[in-house]
């Protein structure tokens, strides 16, 4: 008889534009996610995500210099489909329901509290 699965954690990547936000993100999060990956710019974002066959994203939608918005259509496309939570400084009920139409699984307010 085989053993059950034990699950894998998925690896973290976490795109903002503030190191100091990634790194904290980062540490706050690794009893749930290892490894951690930091991306500075949708271009890192999406080539982690490529990388990896089981990822969890958080997308700060404001610090990013690009469009945090085109970041999770972009990650939602690929063919891998990593899971993609967004993050904002500013919440509002519109932009929480524009990224679960785009595909994210989840909207956070920052600051994030583990």
């Known amino acids: 008889?085989?053993?059950?699965?034990?699950?894998?954690?998925?690896?973290?990547?976490?795109?903002?534009?503030?190191?100091?936000?990634?790194?904290?993100?980062g540490i706050m999060l690794a009893p749930l996610a290892s490894p951690f990956v930091e991306a500075a710019t949708v271009q890192q974002a999406v080539d982690a995500a490529r990388a990896q066959q089981n990822a969890l994203v958080l997308v700060d939608l404001a610090s990013l210099a690009e469009d945090g918005f085109g970041l999770i259509e972009q990650l939602v496309a690929l063919g891998s489909a990593p899971m993609v939570c967004a993050m904002s400084a500013e919440p509002t009920p519109e932009e929480e329901a524009r990224v679960l139409l785009l595909g994210a699984i989840g909207y956070l307010a920052k600051p994030v509290v583990p």
């Open 1 to 25: 008889m085989e053993s059950p699965a034990i699950p894998v954690p998925p690896t973290l990547i976490v795109a903002d534009a503030v190191p100091e936000a990634r790194r904290l993100l």
